[in-house]
């Protein structure tokens, strides 16, 4: 979102900034590096919580804040628990909703969960849909929405890694960057490990993690796995990688510096969505450790490989990629180019303010 709160900004549009924390510490290193100042921050995280206690928290906390401010227009983004509840918030307070990045589908809603079933939620309640591809609009007009309400825009995570690279080009560092550069061989090919699916909790993680050790074994590489907090993920990834002289299993990154690594990468081995979008903009592969995906367009252009959890697809597909130049042919990105939030302020300039 942070792409279009700049955009906003710019164009002296008032807006407000809302934040539930979910990842605290994450967080603040981004706002800061973009610059950006919650208006209300619901610090709504507490340990080991359900996801209907966390969606009561939000839905309660958004309440208070919806009866105190009277909003023309909801932005929410993406597939999380936050977006879908806040969705709901504003429906219930008769507020107008947009939806950014909208349109993405599985189909199963239990892959990946919860995101599956919340981003159909998110569709089902919104006025107005961000979808970042054509393939995401044709999902939803397969749902009956509203083709005028649809627009493609291409996503905004592209948008932020234009802005981040930038920064990066003109001299941006921090302590996280050069921690990396006395720990790790870049003289080395990079393979960047990231992981945190709960449909991949325990016996998923145990296979990525065999196919891991197997390329560490296989290459001459240097693997940098930033490990999840989660203890599902921690407690499996350090019982079988640790103490491999050529695997850093460090602490999750900032937003900036794992941007920063990534550019430095030859492969990436991930089980997120984002990532799937923003490594063709550097023309990185990505071996997708999951058995569904919404970012069909990837799979579709030859930047992602959906490998599961299956630990030889993943060593065989590792080897392949390592072994041919493939890894550096230059990519074009189906998710967009960057402009994004300008397609998306223009909108709600040009359209949204004249039909009310």
Partial sequence: MAPICL????????FKLCVTAQHRQMLDQVLEFFQLVPDYDLNVMQPNQSLNMLSSRILSEMDTILEKEPFDLVLVHGDTTTSTLVALAAFHRNCKVAHIEAGLR???KKSPFPEELNRQL????SDFHFAPTQKAKSNLLKENVN??????????????LHITINKIEKGYTNTFIENLCGIINFNRKIILITGHRRESFGSGFENVCEAILEISKKHDVEIVYPVHLNPNVQNVVYEKLSNIKNIHLIAPLDYPSFVWLMRKAVLVISDSGGI??????????VLVTRETTEREEGIASGCSILVGTNTNKIIHEANRLLA???ANNKMTNPYGNGLAAIKIVDFIQNNIWVND
């Fill in 106 to 108: 599985t189909y199963n």
């Fill in 147 to 160: 083709k005028g309400s649809i627009i493609v825009t291409g996503n905004t995570v592209i948008d932020a």
């Fill in 7 to 14: 955009e906003l900004t710019k164009r002296y549009i008032a």
């Fill in 276 to 285: 799937q979008e923003e490594a063709p903009s550097l023309s990185i592969p």
């Fill in 324 to 326: 041919t130049d493939k």
């Fill in 122 to 125: 998110t569709g089902r309640i």
